[in-house]
Antibody
Framework: QVQLQESGPGLVKSSETLSLTCAVS????????WSWIRQPAGEGLEWIGR???????NYNPSLKSRVTLSVDTSTNQFSLKVISVTAADTAVYYC???????????????????WGQGVLVTVSS | DIVMAQSPDSLAVSLGERATINCRSS????????????LSWYQQKPGQSPKLLIY???TRESGVPGRFSGSGSGTDFTLTISSLQAEDVAVYYC?????????FGQGTRVEIK
């Protein structure tokens, strides 16, 4: 059973950079798509973006200009960076695995089948 | 982006009664090439991360109780809890994985009447 664990600073100053890491255990990071999702307090879920184990990325256009994802297969971890944060970036951040299967000659991402417990990041002024 | 709209926003159901949650997508999430609907359902209890209940609109995830079922096709989908238990109090979300960006419904809060 794969397990995901987010880590990083819980408090970030406005205009600075939010950095989080997700450690994957109980399975390999290889051959899967990995996503970040966030949830402001009392609100719904927003998909931020995904990265494949080979480094291929997709981002939500709403955040694309400020977000960078990276992966380190040697340590079974992937990371999120959000630059120029504001109070609107305050949220619980989740990492998640996308069920990945072969389709049309390559890997395709589908639904989120495993989630981390989430980490609260607060942006302070 | 595909917009997902759930109804109702909240509902209160007596223990042992049926709870029905609807999810509508702004465009079809049915892929005719493999005859599948790219729609999943999640349960989020207070202070916890979302848990996968249903994928491909109607396939129950391993370990999920049989009282949870999913139905629908194209743009209209339903999550049914056939006999509500106390442990089912949660917020439920639908997710479309037909296209990027992935988008969720706004959530439906289920409470005990």
């Amino acid at each position: 059973q794969v397990q995901l664990q987010e880590s990083g600073p819980g408090l970030v100053k406005s205009s600075e950079t939010l950095s989080l890491t997700c450690a994957v255990s109980g399975g390999s990071i290889d051959s899967y798509y990995w996503s970040w999702i966030r949830q402001p307090a009392g609100e719904g879920l927003e998909w931020i973006g995904r990265i494949y184990s080979d480094g291929d990325t997709n981002y939500n256009p709403s955040l694309k200009s400020r977000v960078t994802l990276s992966v380190d297969t040697s340590t079974n971890q992937f990371s999120l960076k959000v630059i120029s944060v504001t109070a609107a970036d305050t949220a619980v951040y989740y990492c998640a695995r996308e069920h990945t299967a072969e389709c049309q000659g390559g890997p395709c991402p589908f639904y989120f089948d495993s989630w981390g417990q989430g980490v609260l990041v607060t942006v302070s002024s | 982006d595909i917009v997902m709209a759930q109804s109702p926003d909240s509902l209160a159901v007596s223990l042992g009664e049926r709870a029905t949650i609807n999810c509508r997508s702004s465009q079809s999430v049915f892929y005719s090439s493999n005859n599948k609907n790219y729609l999943s359902w999640y349960q989020q209890k207070p202070g916890q991360s979302p848990k996968l209940l249903i994928y491909w609109a109607s396939t129950r995830e391993s370990g999920v109780p049989g009282r949870f079922s999913g139905s629908g096709s194209g743009t209209d989908f339903t999550l049914t809890i056939s006999s509500l238990q106390a442990e089912d109090v949660a917020v439920y979300y639908c997710l479309q994985y037909y296209s990027t960006p992935r988008t969720f419904g706004q959530g439906t809060r289920v409470e005990i009447k």
